[in-house]
């Protein structure tokens, strides 16, 4: 097909997008009317405005990327003489034949995969470039032939498409991008993991692990969609900013009830008032907290000082002594949560006392039941040895004493690290908060989960998320090189037992895309200081550059190195610990824990000799084209 055939073909699918979404619309104005009771309208109604809203997304964008023509041979199977186009979202004529094919469709995994070694049946994969919604031109790829078409050579072996070399090259402005043009099949095999399997992804900055992670949940959601639109879907960003960088990735997608949040946020019980020392937060995140805690709640439980006896009319039931206490064993050995052992002690006790009254000639119903449950002796008698607490006051008599239940798990330093004399909450609290919580009754879970930074997780927070994910599966995405909280993992089989998941397969990424050879090679020289165990990467870019400067004036020099990277194309972001003040379009000024995550086309670095290795490797890792490193003190001897 010629460029004004394939110039065509867009009309015509841009014209069948347009008219499914004036039909989704149309069908959420009736959809009340065509169901046939509430319950049925209010529930169609949110699935199809569900599906419009998805129609919606990026209706002007490139509606596809791709496309495949299959040979004759016996390789391409049911699929021989067929063409097809890859896209974001399944597009459909108006007799129900596909015009564009949905990424995540299985025929589309030939199109990430299919190579000149192995070509699966495809004759031809063709590429399409873009400017905006225009079609501006293709490449073709003739597989049997194992060579590019009309392409102009490519510096990198990795990339050997020079639409797709464009395509990871484009200027970084604005929120994260997907990779669905791009993705390759190493990040293709993690993607599609099946969902019953949880992944530890490790990769360097600009391996595209965030990515790979966003694109499985989208993946996860069109292969699984009933089920996990009824136990959802959740992503954890280390902070506010960095979700807003990867907001616009699952819309984008076509997937626009995706919940994504901070830790913070899932746990935000309580408004955080107060702060930590560091040697009360590093106590309150460690992980023998958990037993701490158990003992405090458990520590609550009581005996029976006598026998039950529950006056009803001219009749009398009366449960032992004994009896009770057999039953609290009972519930005890079962390993309920707390709530849960509470009420299943109430059914126990309630049972014995219909058993009672049976053998009296009695036929106590539903309401007997019910009331013998709430009557005044039974909940006397729960109150005095499985008495209700709330999780926060729980926390909050330990921290006024932690002695009791912290004696020969904590030291006694730390128990008075944890002493908190005032009635502030800082965000430590809020996790053993959620601890107690999860102790007393099962939290909200969620049928995929994917964590982000996950390296820098306590052992308390991998817990809070575990108990969200008991019966459903974990993408965990994170470097251990870029580990800089107090408590950040150096192994991942010991943080993937933390999270619940400690058969978890760890898949190591390392292929750097977006961060250029010359950074990369900086960069992996802090890899042996900073005692992880991780692979370096390879640079799949050749382009890009890294100047170094001294100055006695790191203000001015700073504001130097901004104007000079305002004269090129992308984002800047100025890396720098002390505050910086500067008011122009396209900079971010931000403190070097913060930029975890980002990506600038220009970075301007100031004064890497304040950064510990570990800060210092995130910050160096920023820029996807240019960085420029400004100082004054000697630089750190790893990169000097």
Aim: hydrophobic content about 45%; overall charge neutral; some cysteine.
């Amino acid at each position: 097909m010629t460029l004004e055939e394939e110039r065509a073909h867009l009309a015509a699918s841009r014209a069948a997008l347009a008219r499914m979404l004036d039909l989704a619309r149309h069908r959420v104005a009736t959809g009340e009317q065509v169901a046939g009771d509430r319950y049925t309208a209010e529930m169609l109604g949110r699935m199809l405005k569900s599906y419009a809203k998805e129609l919606a997304e990026e209706p002007d964008g490139p509606l596809y990327f791709g496309r495949l023509r299959f040979g004759t041979g016996p390789a391409a199977g049911d699929h021989s003489g067929q063409c097809y186009y890859i896209g974001r979202r399944h597009i459909t004529d108006e007799a129900g034949e596909p015009m564009v094919i949905d990424w995540r469709a299985p025929v589309s995994r030939t199109f990430y995969r299919a190579s000149a070694r192995d070509p699966m049946g495809v004759a031809v994969r063709r590429r399409y470039g873009w400017q905006g919604g225009t079609l501006t031109g293709f490449e073709d790829e003739d597989l049997g032939a194992g060579q590019l078409v009309a392409s102009r050579p490519v510096a990198s072996r990795l990339l050997a498409s020079r639409l797709v070399a464009e395509e990871i090259e484009r200027p970084r402005v604005g929120p994260m991008r997907d990779i669905v043009a791009t993705i390759q099949p190493d990040q293709d095999d993690l993607v599609r993991a099946d969902l019953d399997e949880s992944v530890c992804v490790q990769g360097a900055p600009g391996t595209g692990k965030t990515a790979v992670g966003l694109h499985r949940a989208a993946y996860l959601l069109y292969s699984h969609r009933r089920r996990l639109k009824r136990d959802g879907v959740l992503v954890i960003g280390p902070n506010p900013a960095f979700l807003r960088y990867i907001s616009a990735v699952l819309p984008a997608l076509g997937e626009v009830d995706i919940a994504q949040r901070t830790l913070d946020q899932v746990l935000a019980r309580r408004r955080v008032t107060g702060t930590d020392s560091d040697a009360a937060a590093a106590v309150k995140h460690d992980a023998r907290m958990a037993s701490v805690l158990s003992r405090a709640l458990y520590a609550r439980l009581g005996e029976p000082s006598g026998p039950l006896t529950v006056a009803e009319n001219s009749a009398r039931w009366r449960i032992p002594e004994a009896a009770l206490g057999r039953l609290i064993g009972q519930v005890w050995q079962e390993s309920l949560p707390y709530g849960i052992g509470r009420e299943r002690l109430r059914s126990r006790v309630v049972g014995l006392l219909q058993r009672q009254a049976e053998a009296r000639g009695y036929a106590p119903g539903a309401a007997w039941i019910q009331r013998m449950g709430r009557s005044r002796p039974v909940r006397d008698f729960l109150d005095q040895v499985w008495p209700a607490v709330r999780p926060a006051d729980v926390v909050a008599e330990l921290l006024r004493d932690p002695s009791a239940a912290a004696d020969g798990i904590l030291t006694p330093a730390e128990q008075e690290a944890i002493v908190r004399r005032r009635a502030r909450w800082s965000a430590a609290d809020l996790v053993l908060v959620d601890e107690v919580a999860g102790l007393i009754d099962h939290p909200e879970s969620y049928g995929h989960i994917i964590v982000d930074e996950a390296q820098d997780l306590s052992p308390m927070e991998c817990r809070a998320l575990a108990r969200r994910s008991v019966h459903g599966s974990l993408t965990v995405l994170g470097d251990l090189a870029q580990g800089t909280t107090p408590w950040a993992a150096t192994s991942w089989y010991e943080q993937l037992t933390h999270l619940g998941k400690p058969k978890a397969r760890v898949v190591a990424l390392t292929a750097g895309f977006r961060v250029p050879a010359a950074v990369l090679a900086l960069a992996n020289r802090l890899l042996a200081t900073l005692d992880v165990d991780v692979p370096p990467t390879r640079a799949v870019r050749g382009e890009g550059s890294l100047h170094v400067r001294r100055a006695d004036d790191l203000a001015a020099a700073t504001a130097e190195a901004v104007r000079e990277a305002l004269g090129h194309e992308g984002s800047i972001g100025v890396i720098t610990r002390e505050p910086f003040a500067l008011t122009a379009d396209r900079v971010t000024v931000l403190h070097p824990a913060m930029a975890k995550g980002l990506e600038f086309d220009h970075v301007v670095l100031v004064e890497p000799a304040d950064l510990p290795p570990r800060l210092l490797y995130v910050a160096l890792t920023r820029a996807v084209s240019r960085l420029d490193i400004v100082h004054h003190r000697p630089l750190p001897p790893a990169i000097a």
